[in-house]
């Protein structure tokens, strides 16, 4: 239990369909993060929410689309993704401000797109 | 461009010792982390080093040297449990994490 909780854990979907990942964490961290991981590569960070506020989106298409409403709970909204799209998806949080303070990770939500 | 380099897959025998390199090149430095990955699993944090020298925590320990932008992960009296992927990540001059493509370490009995 690393105190962040995603769902759901496995998502087979469309290229037309729309979806939603959660992320949820106990921890009274004040940044949340979502990352793509695919085979063999390095962690691609997409979003990085401070305090409910986007702070980094690194040239992610728009067909993922992120909400934050608080600070525990992040979304990441999926339309009509790509089949290169399938992947890892792994949420995790920090307290930022402090650079020795390591990002928890959930489970992550693999993602497959027919 | 930023760069971190670990080799892809390693392959060790239970109760033996295997040492896990990283070689990196960032804007900036803030700190080097490992972490852990099991198949199918979060990665967990194992270790942060932000100044030169050797961190020991039980069976795992690592090492870091700046001017030389190499970092290690030791891990001894290895067990099957350690099968698993680790991943190093450096905090750039923005505290934004740059990550490994990570070292996949097999373990044989």
């Known amino acids: 239990e690393t105190g962040v909780t995603q769902t759901p854990r496995h998502l087979v979907m469309g290229m037309t369909n729309k979806k939603s990942l959660k992320c949820e964490q106990h921890?009274?961290?004040?940044?949340m993060y979502w990352y793509k991981q695919s085979a063999k590569k390095p962690l691609e960070l997409m979003f990085v929410?401070?305090?409910?506020?986007?702070?980094e989106n690194n040239s992610v298409p728009s067909r993922f689309s992120p909400e934050c409403p608080n600070s525990s709970h992040l979304f990441l909204h999926l339309h009509t993704l790509q089949p290169e799209d399938s992947a890892l998806y792994l949420c995790?949080?920090?307290?930022?401000?402090?650079?020795?303070?390591?990002?928890?990770f959930g489970d992550g939500t693999r993602l497959s797109i027919l | 461009g930023q760069n971190i380099d670990q080799p892809t897959e390693m392959t060790a025998t239970e109760g033996a010792i295997v040492q896990i390199n990283c070689t990196y090149q960032?804007?900036?430095?803030?700190?080097l982390f490992w972490y852990q990955q099991h198949a199918g699993e979060a990665p967990t944090f194992l270790s942060y080093?932000?100044l030169d020298g050797l961190e020991e925590k039980g069976r795992f320990s690592s090492f870091l040297s700046r001017s030389k932008g190499y970092s290690y992960l030791l891990l001894k009296e290895l067990q099957m449990k350690d099968s698993a992927s680790y991943l190093c990540?450096?905090?750039?001059?923005?505290?934004?994490?740059?990550w490994g493509a990570g070292t996949k370490l097999i373990i044989k009995p």
């Open positions: 995790a949080s920090s307290q930022e401000g402090q650079a020795n303070q390591p990002q928890h």
């Open positions: 921890l009274g961290h004040n940044a």
């Open positions: 929410y401070n305090f409910k506020e986007q702070t």
């Open positions: 960032t804007s900036g430095f803030n700190g």
């Open positions: 080093n932000v």
């Open positions: 990540a450096v905090a750039d001059s923005n505290y934004q994490l740059i």
